[in-house]
């Protein structure tokens, strides 16, 4: 589907509708329970060469002058280090993040209509999705600092448009990274409000594994992502050679 295609759908959309959204979610999450549970696995995974990246120098600098970090401040070359890699840190992060969420989401539609075939959790690791992913990363990371600059409220509005990325990487794959941003803020602009309270609601369902000791949690912290899927579902729909 092109952008000015997807356009339109959006603006001919129907208004979510909370209940039927966590009402489906509740039951999928059911079925992809333990893909949630790879997902978020392998996000740790993923992620942690570029903690140690981070990390690393800190260490090395600590065992060979223990006296580097005696006045509690952080040395000026490691400061200057750090001001280099975060933003690649954080993109890199970012990244994968959206790679292994969209892939989610695409398990999510094929247990969701019963399709066949295995849970690719790499799908998107493949060149062009990846550099997609890349140039989304940096947008977003502009996005949130924009947001920051209005003393961190913008953030708040923020989150709804930014949750839905995931989905639209997922499942439109014509479009650009400016494409799915703008697309996002089509759609999380015109359901504001439902979206946010969906974000919110399905993210406190997602802590309550928390009580199991806090092992569970990695079993229901993917519940707050599948809203996503069926909040795209019901207002763009859904192909099924994306």
Known sequence: MNFIHLTE???QSATVDFGSV???????????WLQGFITLIITFVSILPFYLIIYLPMIV?????????????????????????????????MAIGICLNAAFLRICRKYDLNESGKDDYFY??????????????????????LGMLACGLGIFYLMVPMSLFPAFFAFDKELS??????????????????????????????????????????????????????????????????
């Open 177 to 242: 990274a400016l494409e799915i941003v703008k697309s996002g803020f089509a759609l999380g602009n015109k359901n504001w409000l439902m979206i946010f309270l969906l974000v919110l609601v399905s993210g406190l369902i997602a802590q309550l594994g928390v009580v199991l000791c806090f092992v569970g949690v990695f079993f229901t912290a993917m519940f707050g992502k599948i809203p996503t899927y069926f909040i795209y579902k019901d207002t763009v729909g859904i192909s099924m050679d994306s």
């Open 22 to 32: 966590l009402n489906n979610s509740v039951e999928l999450f059911k079925k992809v």
């Open 124 to 145: 998107y690791f493949k060149k062009e999705y990846l550099t997609k992913a890349l140039l989304l990363s940096l947008l977003m990371l502009g996005l949130a600092q």
């Open 61 to 93: 600098m600590g065992i060979s002058d223990p006296s580097a970090f005696e006045n509690q401040e952080m040395p000026p070359a490691f400061a200057g280090f750090m001001v280099l890699v975060m933003p690649i840190f954080m993109i890199g992060v």
């Open 9 to 11: 759908r959006i603006k």
